[in-house]
Structure formats: C-alpha cells, structure tokens
C-alpha cells in the first residue's frame, strides 16, 4: 500500500508522462554514451592502459612499460591498496574521480605529484611485495604516514628511479610512443562525415 502511495507522489501528471519520459530516455542516452567515450568500464579492471585513457598519464606509462617493474606489476599493483576489496574499490572510485575531474577541466598541472593518500598507498604495496628483501627491523622504519610527515624515508627517496624513472613533467617525453587509444566513434559514422567533407 505505502508503495503505491510513494508511486502516485513521485509519478508525474497524466499529460506530462510521455515528455518525462522522453526526457528520462534522452538523459539516459546521454549518460551511456559519456560513459563510453569515457571508457568507465576500463577503471575496473587492472589494465595499465585504463591509466592512459587521460593523455597526461603517457609519459608514466611509457617510463613504467620500459621498467623494471612492468614484467611483474601494473599500475594498481602500486597505487591502489590491496589489504581488502571494499579499500581498493573505494581508493579507485576517490582516486579516479580526481583524476577525472582534473583532466575534464583542465586542471592537471606540469609537473604530477602523487598526494598524500597515494603516497601511503604506494609505500604500503613497496613493503607488501619486497617484504621478503627486507630485515624486520627495517620495516619499522618504512611508514607511509611518516615519511608523509617527513618523520621517515620512503623507499622511492632512495630508489627514485623506479619504476617511472626521471620522469619530471607532461613536456618531458613529447613524442612517447604508447598504444593508441580506440575511436570511440562507429565507422560508419566516420565514414559519412569523410564522405561529406570530400
């Protein structure tokens, strides 16, 4: 009964049905096709190549394709947490929307830092994968939070080249060769604008 009475509030008035609901199917239509241009689905995977779906991110992964590190780890392997699914999914979501943002508007900077949360981040899979290379009293030295704070060092002060290198700015690697990104556009709509043109 009460979702009857929730259905008649929140339904529009008889003669404005068939316009919410074209309305309703145009938004629809729209979300779906940003999603798809976006490449939305290629954030939930571990695909290093989800990381350059926004250009800026080439020179990094150029510098980590070329790397050590590209043998045995992605990009989330290094800067998305792996000590629960709820943790990582959530870290990727707030990361992600970040980035994105950032890149819609413009906003990304020159020169890319990591913020403090990735810096936890990063430390904390450091410590997880090289654990085996490390003496247990080392490890009490090895916090991300501290080495946030300056307190202690963080394992990229000593091994900056890895994994990206010297890697400094979005101008450092003009002409990096990465894979290209797939056209969004169907062919035959390509093939109609060409026509036209010509």
């Known amino acids: 009964m009460k979702l009857k009475k929730i259905l008649s509030v929140l339904s529009p008035p008889p003669e ?12 629809a239509g ?11 689905t290629s954030y939930l995977s571990d695909d290093p190549k989800a990381c350059i779906n926004c250009h800026v991110m080439n020179p990094q992964f150029a510098s980590w394709q070329r790397g050590s590190h590209a043998r045995v780890a992605g990009c989330n392997d290094c800067h998305v947490p792996h000590d629960n699914i709820v943790r990582k999914y959530y870290f990727k979501a707030t990361d992600g929307l970040r980035h994105s943002t950032m890149f819609t508007f413009r906003l990304e900077p020159e020169v890319i830092h990591i913020k403090d949360a990735g810096i936890k981040v990063v430390e904390e899979n450091c410590i997880r994968c090289h654990q085996s290379y490390l003496h247990q009293s080392s490890l009490t030295d090895l916090r991300g939070e501290d080495g946030i704070k300056g307190k202690e060092k963080l394992c990229w002060e000593c091994h ?5 290198g010297k890697v400094s700015s979005l101008s450092a690697v003009p002409f990096v060769r990465v894979p290209k ?14 026509n036209k043109n010509n």
Request: net charge neutral.
């Open 181 to 194: 990104q797939t056209p969004v556009m169907p062919e035959w709509i390509e093939k109609e604008i060409y």
């Open 16 to 27: 404005w049905k068939v316009r919410v609901i074209i309305t309703l199917g145009v938004l």
């Open 30 to 40: 729209l979300v779906m096709a940003i999603l798809h241009i976006a490449n939305a």
């Open 160 to 164: 900056r080249e890895t994994p990206h």
